[in-house]
């Protein structure tokens, strides 16, 4: 079978890559791919934003199955062109999507339906919100509505970093439209967790935990990232714990979006604010994979992921068994100097051979492309180390190991991925 995949970062070359191990899968193609990703697959020089080409090129080429890596294409609608045309995708339709999307749609729905997350209020009048946040005091949560690269989220410790917020989405309106709505909520404290899960609208299967580290430097300091490293299984999420994330949050969002009309088909990601008694929040969902959680996660995925987007799409996942490797894996994301904001490209990079010789470890790339056939970096991450072992600590020291031997001018990774996990 053939298949094509959307998107050209870490994530996408993880999907690549595990679908390179598929027993049904004879070529994979990329849209737009990266450096890594052109090893294993052959990437295609269509618009990523252009759906219409993309069909085009489906069906051209006779191609099985789409697997969309990012948010904003489902965001987009991709998904409902492509089954009004009969061509199998995987991933949830636009209007599913906006449980992403839209923060509004996607706290409404759960606030209607008793799916625990932190108490909020939605405003597009300034003063109205100012007003709020002025009575309800920090520490408090502002975020502007719609997709934002992750940017739309403020956590205000102080009345001014709330204002400056409220601010920079409504008067200045850094984030366009995606800024026209504006959710305060409350602060949770605790210790977050990704849980993610593949779904055929009708059944969900959880896959192993994991838990993303978002700020730049070590110690959680600095700025949001995309993420800068993630690691597999995250301890918080206990099995007991798995079995409440399952009852309380992911089947009753699937049954809620169904009874609004809405069949999920995809991948539903939760993020997850777990409190000191083991009480799970939802902080907001993703329609998708995360990025970097998927490089750990599909490393230790023992079934073959082109017979679980088969079983999505032909609904039928209930009858596959999904099955894990017991290892552990750690994944070191390696970014460009200046990330998350403007950064440097276009350095070249040594050693990701050598890094991949040493045992369990496998480089993913994110931000690379060839120069005069040189890889060099293009991207603000760029690319992602990850380790399999025994555990948390071999994994990790693996990782950090192969890490050592990657070198670019303004290198950047963080020193203490995984240590949380090592720490409990
Ligand atoms: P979101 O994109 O909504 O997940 O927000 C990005 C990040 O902001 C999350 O991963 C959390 O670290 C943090 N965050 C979001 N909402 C809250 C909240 N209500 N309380 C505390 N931290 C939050
Ligand atoms: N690593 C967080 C995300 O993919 O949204």
Redesign the pocket.
């Known amino acids: 079978m053939k298949v094509l995949v959307i998107g050209g970062g870490g994530r996408e070359h993880a999907i690549v890559w595990k679908l390179s191990q598929s027993r049904h899968v004879d070529k994979i193609y990329c849209c737009p791919g990266n450096a890594g990703i052109a090893g294993i697959a052959e990437c295609i020089d269509v618009r990523q934003d252009d759906f219409q080409a993309l069909l085009d090129f489906v069906k051209y080429e006779w191609i099985d199955m789409t697997i969309v890596g990012p948010e904003d294409p489902l965001s987009k609608g991709i998904v409902d062109l492509f089954e009004k045309e009969g061509r199998p995708i995987l991933g949830p339709t636009k209007a599913a999507a906006q449980l992403e999307s839209s923060?509004v749609f996607s706290k409404d729905l759960m606030r209607s339906n008793g799916i625990p997350t932190?108490d909020y209020k939605v405003f597009t009048s300034y003063l109205h919100a100012e007003e709020y946040v002025k009575m309800k005091g920090t520490p408090i949560?502002i975020?502007a509505d719609g997709l934002a690269a992750?940017k739309g989220?403020f956590?205000a410790s102080t009345m001014s970093e709330a204002m400056d917020a409220l601010r920079v989405i409504m008067k200045e309106r850094a984030f366009g439209a995606a800024g026209d709505r504006v959710l305060i909520?409350?602060?949770?404290q605790g210790e977050?967790a990704s849980f993610m899960a593949f779904t055929d609208g009708k059944s969900i299967v959880p896959m192993v935990s994991s838990q993303d580290h978002?700020r730049i430097f070590d110690g959680d300091k600095g700025l949001?990232t995309g993420g800068m490293g993630a690691y597999s299984p995250a301890p918080v999420v206990t099995p007991e714990l798995e079995k409440v994330v399952m009852e309380k949050v992911m089947k009753p969002t699937i049954r809620a979006l169904k009874s609004e009309g809405i069949t999920y088909k995809g991948i539903l990601y939760a993020?997850l604010?777990i409190d000191s008694n083991g009480t799970p929040n939802v902080?907001?969902f993703n329609c998708r994979l995360g990025d970097p959680e998927t490089q750990p996660v599909l490393s230790r995925l023992d079934t073959d992921l082109m017979e679980i987007a088969l079983a999505i799409s032909q609904e039928r996942l209930a009858d596959i068994a999904v099955e894990w490797k017991k290892e552990a894996s750690v994944c070191i994301v390696a970014s460009s100097e200046g990330y998350p904001g403007a950064y440097r490209k276009g350095d070249v990079i040594t050693g990701i051979e050598e890094a991949n010789n040493v045992d369990g470890v496998h480089v993913f790339h994110a931000g690379t492309a060839f120069r005069d056939g040189q890889v060099v970096t293009s991207g603000g991450r760029v690319l992602g180390v990850t380790a399999i072992g025994d555990d948390i600590a071999t994994a990790r020291q693996r990782a950090y190991e192969a890490a050592e031997r990657i070198h670019f001018d303004g290198m950047h990774y963080r020193r203490d991925i995984a240590s949380r996990a090592l720490n409990r």
């Open positions: 923060k932190a949560v975020k992750g989220v956590i909520e409350d602060c949770l977050e978002k949001n993020g604010m902080l907001e």
